[in-house]
């Protein structure tokens, strides 16, 4: 390469004395958590830590003998179960996440070493002072300053901007006052794409020195915000404690006042008698009993089975959804996307298919054409030898490699024939695109045979590319239909044909040719240009955002489009996506930052667009809506993302972004499509509902069992539950329940639901009614059932009633009562099979608890205090436990009737399904 003669690549022995001075090019990788340390943080839930207390307790009871080491058992199980699967499931997500982001991150880059010899190494093992040659298309491994070349360089991945940015040859003595100035146009950094050119970059900086770098020690020191189920469960779990002691003492004041009162006559004397002094041990049984009571009372309030099914509901969730092209980093991003009131969406490439395709020509006698085959010959081969001499890109078989985005969605206009057309010609002169100047140029020479026609009488031609406004001015003639060069009259004509193209959000871009050769002056345009035409390429949008958009507001979540783009293309495409229909408002970046965040947040529920945004001003709006207690949602790519990623309540990275955005995210979109993340709410609402299905089901079955334990001193009987029988119940119950709520199916109707507020109660109005209703009902057929003596009578051995087998039957009863309320509670509908199939598994747990009372019935001896029972006592059990459904039914049609007929939405928090 003998245009690189001057350059000296680096010898073995000084690349080693580099790397041992200043480190290597590897980015430092966030500090993460070992699996016993997330499996410890993991103990600190609120909900855990309350059964870690009920485990004492159950165990010391079992040490003393007033408990079974059944139930200690079944809490260690359970709390063992809900703390491993959930940090299992998110460790081996985040190791998923690591080897994908290693496998990503093997750039290889072409490096001098030794002198003259250029090799193709992996980026991490680049040095300082390493000489790296850079191409179109290169992402650029260090930071830096050119020693040869010029290149244009897409710094979005950086500072969010996707405008090109021109780098030049600095001075060998040349020291920057500021090593992050992005415009500077003599340092080079980290993350950037070359959009165009070729330069030997010198490598100043590498790794975690890097500006690229420094940003991961920045979102290290950023702190995580709860998520909404965490204050949720929070608040549960406070709610559960108060309920636990309040029933407890009640329960404990009830035996009690029975004992002493209620069993003594209501006689003051037989009570005074039955507390005295001589009769002490009595009294203090009572007092223990009643001690122990109470304490079962709280262990049963507690529903171990809820994180066991929490972290079992993330987890398979998590695996369909990576099925759908979306990998969840941390697991309650999932519930928390669906609790999502705002989402602030970036156009390109998310909304957009990030792709520019050219869409039509416009010729100077305002003609226009949408393909290239309708262009009339003659003036197709001069677009055709415009466009392709005077491309970045590289032309290989037809196709076009590497150049910048225009050049290639330009070349694309071109078909295959005349992609490859050969003409001898050389590049004697060129300038470079770049958002000052607005449009690139390239003087050619071409070899005499090879001359087209409309060349003038020189060798030589110059070819421009770049905006209608700043070419046209220049233009005197224009290329006709037959190839003819004629005077251009007025440009009105023109001009407004352009104006309705875009405002079809389609950009544009004037091709024109010039007998004048480049002059030295960079920035000037040469005189008397000769239009070929305009080209309008747009970046499409997606076939499937406009449908996913009106899913996600049907939802009742407010997307708000971000875009660097100028306020009229902004609105163009949020016209196509139906964004700005209601009156919604379109502001800019600079209009954002003469506002105070009290004015911003007036106007945070009609903002519809954000236009010529900054990475500065994502950060901002989470903030204000947070501060409105919205939950947040944010998707970003670039590296200065990260902080508003890290900040939303979700931050959704792209797939194609860069390393940062996707550390500092809680989810990845794969195929960074919109579509994809509507799914992710959707599963986030899914889990959600199953978690308060399960939180209904529990808390129903603890309700009826504290109204039966707390009435039974006042109607006769001590315990119609035995303590082991209660503790079994609440064994067997949540954690076969967990399980059967846990693969709930995601149903599109949940996205026609307004969000949940982020401080509403876990447990709705909707749900207290069930809750409240099944557990009376529960409680009345129970009580019924034990103190109405003709029950009795349907129970009986050798010719009369036999007390075990009345008890095994009440027992066996509840337990189906409240399987049966399972059917009730999986669903809001009056139809108990909707969407059952959807859900094979609670069918099959179902059947499993039957079988497991059943088997246990027979197998359960004194233990479980239960005798065997025949199939007649099985039918009457069952029969009468089923009325559960249709009382249930009832309750759903009434509540339909009086509360739902309303055409009204319901308020957020209400729908208990």
Sequence with gaps: MTKFKQIRGLSAEEVERARAQYGTNDLPPPEVQSFWQSLKENFEDPIIRILLVALVITLALAFVGYADWLEGFGIAVAVFIATFVSTYSEYKNETSFRELQEQASKVQSEVFRNGQHVVRIPSAEIVVGDYVLLQAGDKIPADGKLCYGELQVDQSSINGEKVAVRKTVAPSDYVPVDKANFEDHLLVFRGSVVDDGEAVLKVDSVGKDTFYGQLYNELASAEDRESPLQVKLSGLADDISKAGYIGSAAIAVSFLFKQFVIDQGYSIDATLRYLSLSNWHQPLHDVVTAIILAVIVIVVAVPEGLPMMIAIVLSLNMRKLLKAKVLVRKLLGIETAGSIDIMFVDKTGTLTKGVFEPKLFV???????????????????????????????????????????????????????????????????????????????????????????????????????????????????????????????????????????????????????????????????????????????????RRESKPALTTARAAGIQVVMITGDRKETAVSVAEQLGLVDDGRLVITSSELKEMSDIKLQELVPRLGVIARALPTDKSRLVRVCQGLNQVVGMTGDGVNDSAALKAADVGFSMGSGSEVAKEASDIVIMDDNFASLTQAVLYGRTIFKSIRKFIVFQSTINFASFIIVFLGPFLGFDFPLTLIQLLWVNLVMDTLAALAFGGEAALSRYMTERPIKRDAPIISSAMWSSIVCGAVFIATLCITALSWPPVRLWFVRDGAPSEPVFLTCFFAFFIFLSTFNAFNVRTTRINLLDHLADNSGFVLVLATIFVVQIVFTYLGGSFLRTVGLTLQEWFIVTSIAVLIVPFDMTRKALINYFFRKSPARPSRGQRAE
């Excluded at 590289?394 to 024939?417: M, P, Q, T, Y």
């Excluded at 251009?488 to 389609?506: A, C, F, N, Q």
């Design 363 to 541: 010729s100077g006698s305002v003609t226009s054409w949408s393909s290239l085959a309708a262009v009339p010959a003659r003036l197709r081969a001069i677009l055709a030898f415009a466009l392709r001499e005077s491309t970045s890109a590289v032309i290989s078989d037809g196709e076009a490699i590497g150049g910048n985005a225009s050049d290639r969605a330009l070349l694309h206009f071109l078909d295959k024939d005349s992609l490859s057309a050969r003409v001898e010609t050389t590049v004697v002169k060129e300038i470079l695109f770049n958002s000052v100047r607005k449009f690139s140029a390239s003087q050619v020479r071409v070899a005499g045979r090879d001359r087209p026609a409309f060349f003038g009488q020189s060798s030589d031609i110059t070819l421009l590319k770049g905006a209608p406004d700043y070419l046209l001015p220049y233009c005197k003639y224009f290329y006709t239909e037959d190839g003819t060069k004629v005077e251009l009259g007025g440009l009105r004509p023109l001009t407004s044909e352009m104006d309705e193209i875009s405002r079809k959000g389609i950009r544009l871009i004037a091709v024109a040719t010039s007998d004048a050769p480049l002059g030295d002056e960079t920035e000037r345009i040469p005189t008397q240009l000769a239009l070929v035409g305009i080209i309008g390429i747009a970046d499409e949008v």
